[in-house]
């Protein structure tokens, strides 16, 4: 299950990420509101968990735009806020669920399943197909057709993450973050390079290209049709 985690509180986000992904769970920890509506209209995630009080926009007003852009995945509010017409507003303004805090772990564990429950998501599946393209996450491997194709582990990274939101496009700083991590000195012009080097591998010569970059924002893979393997 892929988790969107919004939480300013830096002691408190860095508690919830690692008892998440202690559950097998992969997270996504962000500290601002506008990051989260980027992450989540760019990302496909199972579960965003969206603190109320954040810096720039506020965990009420992202749930409200993601809600306005037709997002129809699950979103549970987290907050301080325990009275009744705070929870009607949080629940008003899109929220699937909400949470008080101080919380036990178990019950947020519970709701953040429940929820993914709720909107039939599954874990990602092993094999992905794209068109004539083949991702097997167990095995690396990559195939075109029947061409096998052999990639870095960062190349596989980046070209999984593609896969995963095919047709959407994804900011290059996102394509950062999730592939080197924030920390990372890897920049903009890095990032160019090793697509360049993706797609001499992915697009042969009388091929349809598959990744493409959208100027001024990032790249995506575009593909109509995905089928994923049981």
């Given at each position: ?145 029947d061409r096998e194709i ?23 700083e996102i394509l950062l ?54």
């Amino acid at each position: 299950m892929r988790i969107l985690l919004a939480e300013d509180d830096l002691r408190l986000g860095k508690l919830v990420k690692h008892m998440l992904e202690k559950e097998k769970m992969a997270v996504d920890w962000v500290v601002q509101g506008d990051t989260a509506f980027e992450y989540a209209m760019y990302t496909a995630y199972d579960v965003i968990v969206l603190d109320w009080m954040m810096p720039v926009e506020t965990g009420i007003r992202v749930c409200e735009r993601l809600r306005e852009e037709g997002y129809q995945r699950s979103i549970l509010m987290l907050t301080a806020r325990d009275e009744l017409c705070d929870r009607v507003r949080g629940l008003n303004s899109g929220a699937d669920d909400y949470v008080v805090k101080p919380f036990e772990f178990v019950e947020l564990l519970a709701r953040i399943r429940a929820l993914g429950r709720r909107g039939g998501l599954q874990l990602k599946a092993d094999t992905i197909r794209v068109g004539d393209l083949l991702l097997s996450r167990s095995t690396h491997l990559v195939k075109r057709g029947d061409r096998e194709i052999q990639l870095t582990g960062r190349e596989f990274q980046l070209l999984d993450l593609l896969i995963q939101n095919n047709g959407h496009v994804l900011a290059k700083e996102i394509l950062l973050d999730r592939v080197w991590g924030l920390e990372s000195e890897v920049t903009p012009n890095n990032l160019e390079a090793y697509v360049r080097l993706l797609r001499k591998k992915i697009d042969f010569p009388g091929e349809p290209e598959l990744i493409h970059n959208v100027r001024g924002i990032g790249y995506k893979l575009e593909v109509t049709d995905v089928q994923k393997d049981p």
